[in-house]
């Protein structure tokens, strides 16, 4: 079966890259959130992003018309009845997933296979609260999604050759590169970088460097884009703590165990570069202070 139009749950952060990406891609898309004024948030995310890709030169305004226009809204699940493939990124919270999962297969066609954006809980256990656990796959995007290249494809024990084949398919159709992961926490990229980000946040606390010569560190010597901290605020302090509970639950294993000048950013609100703090102060533009 070839995947002609997508449905995505959840209009935030990925959602709306996973919407804008699928659009510019040619794909109809249908994405759902819980209130108007959710999806019009949505909607003005994609289309600030948009208008930069015609800034940089990556789309003509034609492509960014022709995007919009791919792309319809609604708060009703049950409009994405017709979509070949049904896209959830919510928040990362298994029962609240479970929940939506359970409607979705109640609602959408038999044969539309369902994925995951989740960044680290099991995919296997979304799967086996639905009739169609042989349809069903992580599909993990990175942020910003219109820029970041990869998307991990995730297997599980359940999954089918034909609805992998056809996942990927669809990822690649989106200009992505995909690498294929086992349904273990964090896949590919989280088990190495959220590690990482637990590592300088420890090395911040107790005094190694300061915040920017731990950046620089890394951005300088090792030629990464951001240093940890900055990425840290990027991504979400909230998010990267809620990912390496998940990680510490199913290894128990110290490596993934969240320093307590973390827990103490989320416990604060400082979640980040979205909330105005996290490690670092910024401006209503989301611009260093
Ligand atoms: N649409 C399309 N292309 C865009 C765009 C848009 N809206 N905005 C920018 N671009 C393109 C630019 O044209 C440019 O392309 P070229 O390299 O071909 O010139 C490229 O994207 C970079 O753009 P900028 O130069 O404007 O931006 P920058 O240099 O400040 O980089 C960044 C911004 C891409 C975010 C970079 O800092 C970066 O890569 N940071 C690391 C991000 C990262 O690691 N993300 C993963 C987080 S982990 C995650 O998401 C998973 C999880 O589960 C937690």
Redesign the pocket.
Known sequence: MEIKKVGVVGCGL?GSGIVETAAKAGFPVVVREVSDELLKKGRSRIEV??S??VE????TPQDKEAALGRITGTTRLADLADCDLVIEAVIENMEEKKKLFKELDATAKPSALFASNT??LPITDMAAVTKRAPNFVGL?????V???KLVEVVKTVMTSEEAFRNVKAFAEKLGKTVVVAKDTPGFV??LL?VPYLLDAVRAYENGVASREDIDNGMVLGCG???GPLT?LD??GID??YY?AEIMFDEFKDDHYAAPPLMRRLVAAGFWGRKTGRGIYEYDEKGNKK
């Open positions: 990925m992003s948009l930069r890709a940089k030169q990556k789309a960044s680290s993990h995007f990175f942020n910003p219109p820029v970041m990229v989280n970088l990464h884009p951001m990425l990027f991504v998010t990267t990912i």
